[in-house]
T-cell receptor, first 110, second 118 residues
């Protein structure tokens, strides 16, 4: 089955700085890579996703890049704000069944 | 359009008991996936139901079973509860076609059921 590894497990950034989270996956058949944000006690919510036919996707302050050859993808958050503090999960899927990374706890310091 | 809902919110059981968790999918969705999220970890895929049939299963024992109803709501049943079953159980609904090549669509998560096994 698919194995997704995520780094780092914790990330502390100064407000206004950028945050980068990296994930690798094992199954070359995976073709869908969503990122979820989960605030304490709340449900995971999709913040951005990318498909294997695209190398990069942006949505305002959030961007995701995908390197299919190397089997890794990354989340970039620019101009971080306190409300960006949360746990972020990457996931990979090739058949509508998500395999998640272990999560990154992001703390934005004011 | 209503979102994904789950019940109950919290549940406390003892070892060996059985539990049923419920999920109402988002309007227009025909697929429900269940995930187990242990504290401090990412969600782990349990199984998926597509149009009332199981459509894939993760690495969970047979005492984890499920159902999907004609209105696409779903149940997760766990028999012979163990301490390690304590977790947040999330369901997610999506719209999909269970034919290859699979096209993943966004999965919308419910708020989860927090199960504690004592």
């Amino acid at each position: 089955g698919e194995n997704v590894e995520q780094h780092p497990s914790t990330l502390s950034v100064q407000e206004g700085d950028s945050a980068v989270i990296k994930c690798t996956y094992s199954d070359s058949a995976s073709n869908y890579f969503p990122w979820y944000k989960q605030e304490l006690g709340k449900r995971p919510q999709l913040i951005i996703d990318i498909r294997s036919n695209v190398g990069e996707k942006k949505d305002q302050r959030i961007a995701v890049t995908l390197n299919k050859t190397a089997k890794h993808f990354s989340l970039h958050i620019t101009e971080t704000q306190p409300e960006d503090s949360a746990v972020y999960f990457c996931a990979a899927s090739g058949d509508n069944k998500l395999s998640f990374g272990a999560g990154t706890t992001v703390t934005v310091r004011a | 359009e209503t979102g994904v809902t789950q019940s109950p919110t919290h549940l406390i059981k003892t070892r060996g008991q059985q539990v049923t968790l419920r999920c109402s999918s988002q309007s227009g969705h025909n697929t429900v996936s269940w995930y187990q999220q242990a504290l401090g970890q990412g969600p782990q895929f349990i199984f998926q139901y597509y149009r009332e049939e199981e459509n894939g299963r993760g690495n969970f024992p047979p005492r984890f079973s499920g159902l999907q109803f004609p209105n696409y709501s779903s149940e997760l049943n766990v028999n012979a509860l163990e301490l390690d079953d304590s977790a947040l159980y999330l369901c997610a609904s999506s719209w999909g076609l269970a034919i290859k090549p699979y096209i993943d669509n966004e999965q919308f998560f419910g708020p989860g059921t927090r199960l504690t096994v004592l």
